[in-house]
Nanobody
Framework: VQLQASGGGLVQAGGSLGLSCAASGTIFSINAMGWYRQTSGTQRDLVAI???????NYADSVKSRFTISRDSTRNTLYLQMNSLKPDDTAVYYC???????????????WGQGTLVTVSS
């Protein structure tokens, strides 16, 4: 199983950016997917998560600005980021809890990071 994230880049404060994360491999089901972010010297913090039933949860700092969504038919996760602030600058990672088809085990997978830079 692999997660491939894309969509990072440079944007001015107040602008918008969208991220995507595609899961591939022998996937039986995906229980939850989420976005995390990390700045230099800090821990990786939760940004937003969506579970299989569609429920979502957001970090307080991004509520009303970011929207997480998922296309279950394509095993792809999205994050629409609006009204971006310089404090949103970080490396963004996607994570998924996946049951694989080989052994029905639930495992955690991380995608590679994608850098989002918001200039003031």
């Amino acid at each position: 199983v692999q997660l491939q994230a894309s969509g990072g880049g440079l944007v001015q404060a107040g602008g918008s950016l969208g991220l995507s994360c595609a899961a591939s491999g022998t996937i039986f089901s995906i229980n939850a997917m989420g976005w995390y972010r990390q700045t230099s010297g800090t821990q990786r913090d939760l940004v937003a998560i969506i579970i299989s039933g569609g429920s979502t949860n957001y970090a307080d700092s991004v509520k009303s600005r970011f929207t997480i969504s998922r296309d279950s038919t394509r095993n792809t996760l999205y994050l629409q980021m609006n009204s971006l602030k310089p404090d949103d600058t970080a490396v963004y990672y996607c994570k998924a809890l996946i049951i694989t088809a080989q052994d029905a085990a639930l495992r955690q997978y991380w995608g590679q990071g994608t850098l989002v830079t918001v200039s003031s």
